[in-house]
């Protein structure tokens, strides 16, 4: 594939942020009503307020998207390239999956054990895309660190509750 790497294709970009954002929204609508579940259990110190969550998920989606966009038209071995997109795909199912364990299901150890797995996928996302792309790699660092402390707020409410 030639190199298009200056040239932006809208409907694709459009594509890419679009399929990752409705992956966070189907999953939010098959979760359910994450306000309440806070409710439920014991907070972990630093649990911030409920409507942050979808604000900062909205932006990680659409970085994520933006990512995806930056490798599919980024230069490089296209086997390369679509084992990165491989990885992207594996770990936005992950986390798909994730949001309805532990807030439908309530299954806390479980969903522990999903976001581990989860992170462990964007740390290899952001590898796979740094080498074919640094900057792709590189903007999804944020949603390397808001895992992180979803992780932290996970496996704090599965232990203390």
């Not at 594509?15 to 098959?30: M, Q, R």
């Not at 990512?67 to 770990?91: P, V």
């Not at 999903?114 to 999804?140: S, Y």
């Amino acid at each position: 594939m030639k190199s298009t790497k200056n040239k932006i294709h809208i409907t694709e970009l459009l594509i890419c942020v679009a399929s990752a954002e409705l992956a966070g929204a189907l999953s939010a609508l098959l979760a359910g009503g994450f306000g309440s579940f806070f409710l439920k259990y014991k907070a972990p110190p630093l649990l911030p307020p409920p409507w942050l969550f979808p604000v900062v998920w909205t932006i990680l989606y659409a970085v994520m998207g933006i990512s995806a966009y930056m490798i599919y038209f980024s230069c490089g071995d296209r086997d390369e390239i679509n084992s990165a997109l491989k990885t992207y795909s594996t770990q936005l199912f992950v986390n798909f999956s994730w949001s309805i364990v532990f807030f439908r299901f309530e299954r806390l150890r479980l969903s522990a054990g999903i976001i581990l797995f989860l992170l462990i996928l964007i740390i290899k996302m952001i590898a796979d895309f740094k080498r074919l792309r640094p900057l792709a790699g590189n903007i999804n660092i944020p949603y390397l660190i808001w895992v992180i402390f979803a992780a932290y707020l996970n496996i704090a409410i599965a232990v203390i509750n």
